[in-house]
């Protein structure tokens, strides 16, 4: 028993004694690595390799997601912003039309003013779109002293008269509704007659709408006398409905009727028959034109 445990004692010692060794051995300063180190380390690193990769991987993956997460957040944010710029834009531009509108509806209600008639400012409230061609509303009636027969203005020129009056709204026959029936006496300057001399005024009457061309029809226009394109036509005041001076439209074409027995003008109205948002009725009792109804109306 004695031997038995002086040899265990003496393996234990060894093994002390190795370990030590290896311990100093592995501690000092070297250059390369002992053949078992090599293994053992490279085994290490393949280990880690293995683990390292999917969790590297794994990573990268769960990181590329949150910045596509955080882009589309971002874009959604610039998308929301862009449309809002846009929306602003869009406000700004109506804003700006509005205050055109604004101005020149202003300056011909004062240009009207000096001229002697009564006009009277309105907005357009309804315009159907069965009747786009033929009618719209407008939010003034008899309360603020519109009557039946009293010519439409917009800024730009004639669109037609009043129809219809209740005490707070008016119906309005456009100019593209005109016909045979429901005509205007106008005047066209600039003319010329046979010899070649300038004709003062050239009378007839618009009495027709073409919808292709967009262009009412000015008749009775004798066939000697030489219509200049570009001429201004104006209401001319006989009929008595409409005061004189109006403006109406300018001259595009003229075209000889079938017989050659007179020249129909084609005339393109000044103002927009289809914009129309704020539009100026102008008095057909002023001092112009206090005369009885003659060829105009229905």
Known sequence: MNFFKKKRMFLFLIAIIILVGLI???????????????????????????????????????????????????????????????????RYQELEKQYDDLKATNDSFNQYTSMDYDPIPADVIVRSPEGWFDQLTIDKGSDDGIETNMAVMTASGMIGKIEDVSRSTSSVQLLSGFNETNRISAQISGGKNEDGEEQDTIFGLIEGYDEKDGMLLFTGVKPELEVKKGSTVLSSGLGGVFPKGLPIGEVDSVELDQYGLSQTVHVKPTADLYDIEKVIVVDAASEDASSSNGDEGL
């Open 24 to 90: 100093g051995f592995s501690t000092r300063d070297r250059s390369s690595q002992t053949l078992p180190e090599q293994i053992i380390s490279d085994t290490v690193g393949f280990v880690q390799n293995i683990f390292s990769k999917p969790a590297q991987f794994t990573s990268t993956v769960v990181t590329n997601i949150k910045d596509l997460k955080n882009t589309y957040e971002e874009n959604q944010v610039l998308k929301s912003k862009v449309d809002d710029y846009k929306g602003l834009q869009f």
